[in-house]
């Protein structure tokens, strides 16, 4: 069975300073990984996803994340955070697109 | 543009009542999901549909059932509603070879 952990159920952090979320996952096969991205009162959107290939992967806003199968890692990071990241961020493994597991979320609060 | 709708943003409901949610999606997807979000628990599936008339439970179905009479459309019920079903409630699709799942707004439900 799949698992995602999301440590962080919280970080706070100032504008413009750089942010590292973090996703670990379990799985006992090959994974596809996500990261979305929830804003207040509205539903999810997906900030990025490796499938394959290049373990660095770039998304909207900014964002990218990195793919270690070592450490079964799939940290999210932006150099520069602006108010206007402040949300709830989710990781999630799928082995099919068909059926995503998710973390339990990490709030970015960002202050200015 | 894929744009998934559900019923309503918000909605409170009294305990023993019978709740339907739905949701639409216009891209023609065959899979459909529904989801429950609960602070520090993130997104469970409650139970998904790849074909009309096909469903399969996810790893909360109990309490709930599900309705799928056409493509566009995928209904979850809550039978006899408790408190405990207070929660948010999202929507997702996704289409035949694609690898995203597109994600409506969500439906907060209270059940008093």
């Known amino acids: 069975a799949q698992s995602v952990t999301q440590l962080d159920s919280q970080v706070p952090v100032f504008e413009e300073a750089p942010v590292e979320l973090r996703c670990n996952y379990s799985?006992?096969?090959?994974?596809?990984l996500f990261w979305y991205v929830q804003y207040p009162n509205q539903g999810l959107q997906l900030l990025l996803k490796?499938?394959?290939?290049?373990?660095l992967v770039k998304g909207i806003n900014g964002f990218e994340a990195e793919f270690n199968k070592s450490q079964t890692s799939f940290h999210l990071r932006k150099p520069s955070v602006h108010i206007s990241d402040t949300a709830e961020y989710f990781c999630?493994?799928?082995?099919?697109?068909?059926?995503?597991?998710f973390g339990t979320g990490t709030r970015l609060l960002v202050s200015p | 543009d894929v744009k998934v709708t559900q019923s309503s943003r918000y909605l409170v409901k009294r305990t023993g009542e019978k709740v339907f949610l739905e949701c639409v999606q216009d891209m023609d997807h065959e899979n459909m999901f529904w989801y429950r979000q609960d602070p520090g628990l993130g997104l469970r599936l409650i139970y998904f549909s790849y074909d009309v008339k096909m469903k399969e439970k996810g790893d909360i179905p109990e309490g709930y059932s599900v309705s799928r009479e056409k493509k566009e459309r995928f209904s979850l019920i809550l039978e006899s509603a408790s408190t405990n079903q207070t929660s948010m409630y999202l929507c997702a699709s996704i289409g035949p070879g694609r690898n995203e799942q597109y994600f409506g707004p969500g439906t907060r439900l209270t059940v008093t």
């Open positions: 799985s006992s096969v090959s994974v596809y």
């Open positions: 490796y499938l394959s290939g290049s373990t």
């Open positions: 999630a493994v799928s082995e099919s697109f068909q059926k995503l597991v």
